[in-house]
């Protein structure tokens, strides 16, 4: 997590027009995409209730499907390595590299790889790592982290996609989106075909036969683990399913829901490593399996987290990731999800202010594919953020006010007109403009519609008399 507070980064997202603008348009994008192909497709509730079973009953038996994956991937041929922590898993990777004489490295887009920071580790060894997904290639280059989990450069314009090429890839300037792609399709193949490892995620692991399941849109997830003459890659623990047939259904909810597509364009089922009569691919395959606090998680009253599937949905609809975008939050993971994940993972200390940054109004909730209860466990969170520290003095005062006059009907009415009041007195054309403090926090980035005249209790009892 930044040194920067979160109040800070809320506030820098703000003063940066061109992003939230690239951020709102993004999700944008994305939930009208989410909404046609839901339409589409009626069965859709249905299956996520399927997903939703899959996941509860998967994580009940967790160690069990674990050790038939792990068993698996041996049986094909392939290496599991099982990490505490990032630093085991790194550690894990750099070892392999040293051993094997890598110095080029290629990656596909995968989370998991940015929240142990793996390609910082390996550069300590001057292993060179490229991302090979279009947008974490351009993360890349921009000297960047994402700022979405399945559409890591949302915040970005292609004017500034197109000012990155042409200063780090030395090409002239173009913002035309086929030519860029061709521009980073050519940069990238040389590097396909001169990486010693190949570097992915994985979107599912299934325990049946000890395949991983990768998802992508572009060619990369492909290129990545079949050409280099090793392939690693990083799993978190929770990502396992039993069977082919869960499989399926993991897959018509998560491409739905993520990119609004019926399946993404690539869905890559990898077994071990090549076999004496593949005509190509890896020479070697390991599988790290991390935990590096999902055993905590799984045994908290918030274990509903790892029910997950990274489908993005729950950002793309949130109204404070709309305004704020990515960045803000700090962590590898934004958004509701990243709100509840990231303290779990790092704790109260370093991200507890991120389950204060929801209206709670429980759009992430209607649309996770898994229907995972978020608003539940930011509740759960910001209870135990604030039984470790205390809200300041004030606020708590502040509160016990509202708590005495909103349990009092007279109480609360007397003090709506005072409020209705002072805010008729503060508006211009039925708008206020600016409060005085500590209320100016509203006022600083919006303006607040004056009361009106009558309140909607007053209506109704004219109405009804
Ligand atoms: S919490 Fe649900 S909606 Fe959000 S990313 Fe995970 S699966 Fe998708």
Redesign the pocket.
Known sequence: MPETTFPQRVRIALDDPKKTYAVALGARHLVEGRARALAAFPQMDEFRDRARLIRAHTLSRLDAYLTEFADNVAAAGGAVFWAKDATEATNYVRQLAREKGVRRAVKSKSMVTEEIHLNRELEKDSITVTESDLGEFIIQLAEETPSH?IAPVMHKTRYEVAETFRDKLGVPYTDDPIELNRIAREYLRRIFLSADMGISGVNFGVAESGSICLVTNEGNGRLTTTAPRIHVAIMGMEKIVPTFEDLGVMLNVLAR?ATGQKLSVYTNIITGARRPADPDGPEEFHVVILDNGRSRALASENAEIL?????????NHCPVFQAIGGHAYGSVYP???GSVLSPILWGTDAAGDLPHASTLCGK?RE????R?D?PRMLLNLRATGLAEKPAPAWLRWGIRQYRAAAVNPQRFRGGIKVAATGLRLLAKDGWVKKLPAPLNGWTDHRELPAFAPKSFHQLWTERET
């Open positions: 989990i829901s029910y997950c599937i990274r489908c993005g949905a729950c950002l958004g509701p999800i992430c649309v996770c594919p898994v995972i978020l």
